[in-house]
T-cell receptor
Framework: DQQVKQNSPSLSVQEGRISILNCDYTNSMFDYFLWYKKYPAEGPTFLISISSIKDKNEDGRFTVFLNKSAKHLSLHIVPSQPGDSAVYFCAACSLRNAGNMLTFGGGTRLMVKP | GAGVSQTPSNKVTEKGKYVELRCDPISGHTALYWYRQSLGQGPEFLIYFQGTGAADDSGLPNDRFFAVRPEGSVSTLKIQRTERGDSAVYLC????????????FGQGTRLTVV
């Protein structure tokens, strides 16, 4: 039973346009959400996060939106750059859980074409 | 070191053999996590250490898997009687914990059981 799902395994976007990556979750105990980016042969690197008390968090070209009622979050990258090409993982945790262990989605491979 | 370091980067072993994977977390991080990433999937939680103790080992798949962190810093993931299904990338992460602190990942150890 996948508690965090990324239904699009891949996404191709033209440089300069917006990339929108989506993520759905089922566990209502999740109250903190993160996006990680992963290049081949490297570990995931933290990108941006959002607490369930917010519906939007912005950091430069990256914005994460959270819709709690729909149990859905999305990552917007604008403008997209070729260096953004990577696999993006959505992750969730419950801050009430002492260890903050992350539950990950399956990832979306983003390809930004020059 | 500046980041989470994992050794070896790659490990090929024969079915039935014993392997040890090492993780050197970011200095001062009290929380340490092991995750496993199978091909085409997101990382899955294995075990979490707070200091020297395993605070949550609910993700370990069976009793062939064991992990230690004797001095609260370096951790070793041990797999006995390896099986081909154990082949995956094993990721280690560390965190200073607290609210809204993200985990930092190492580059992973790619384990191949032949």
């Amino acid at each position: 039973d996948q508690q965090v799902k990324q239904n699009s395994p891949s996404l191709s976007v033209q440089e300069g346009r917006i990339s929108i990556l989506n993520c759905d979750y089922t566990n209502s105990m999740f109250d903190y959400f993160l996006w990680y980016k992963k290049y081949p042969a490297e570990g995931p690197t933290f990108l941006i996060s959002i607490s369930s008390i917010k519906d939007k968090n912005e950091d430069g070209r990256f914005t994460v939106f959270l819709n709690k009622s729909a149990k859905h979050l999305s990552l917007h990258i604008v403008p997209s750059q070729p260096g953004d090409s990577a696999v993006y993982f959505c992750a969730a945790c419950s801050l009430r859980n002492a260890g903050n262990m992350l539950t990950f989605g399956g990832g979306t491979r983003l390809m930004v074409k020059p | 070191g500046a980041g989470v370091s994992q050794t070896p980067s790659n490990k090929v072993t024969e079915k039935g053999k014993y392997v040890e994977l090492r993780c050197d977390p970011i200095s001062g991080h009290t929380a340490l996590y092991w995750y496993r990433q199978s091909l085409g999937q997101g990382p899955e939680f294995l075990i979490y250490f707070q200091g020297t103790g395993a605070a949550d080992d609910s993700g370990l798949p069976n009793d062939r898997f064991f992990a230690v962190r004797p001095e609260g810093s370096v951790s070793t993931l041990k797999i006995q009687r390896t099986e081909r299904g154990d082949s995956a990338v094993y990721l280690c992460a560390s965190s200073s914990l607290g609210v809204n602190t993200e985990a930092f990942f190492g580059q992973g150890t790619r384990l191949t059981v032949v």
